[in-house]
């Protein structure tokens, strides 16, 4: 089984009169397996936030992030990308042909 931590690598704020408003985020999501780490990085487009959603900047923190990732869709396919890495990792990697 295949655990997954997410991390925020990054925040991207409006350069105009909403500096306090992010528009966007990178964070990477790892998996882990067997002691072995495989990652996909990701970035994030958010949608200004209504009235009631609104987080005042200096109270936001990495936990509402993720959680505005983690939607049921965003996080499953991530999660699915790095399953995908670990099978291609699957056996042992060679230089050396048969017809070499």
């Not at 936030?49 to 900047?57: A, G, N, R």
């Not at 109270?59 to 993720?66: C, G, K, P």
């Not at 291609?88 to 060679?94: A, Q, V």
Request: net charge negative; glycine share 4%.
């Amino acid at each position: 089984m295949i655990s997954h931590t997410y991390q925020i690598l990054s925040l991207r704020k409006y350069n105009d009169t909403l500096l306090d408003i992010v528009n966007s985020f990178k964070l990477r999501i790892t998996g882990t397996k067997d002691g072995k780490s495989l990652y996909v990085d990701k970035e994030i487009l958010l949608d200004i936030p209504s009235e009631e959603s609104f987080i005042e900047y200096e109270n936001l923190n990495e936990q509402h992030l993720i959680d505005w990732f983690k939607d049921g869709v965003r996080d499953f396919l991530a999660e699915k990308e790095i399953e995908q890495k670990f099978n291609l990792n699957k056996g042992t990697e060679t230089d050396s042909f048969p017809w070499v």
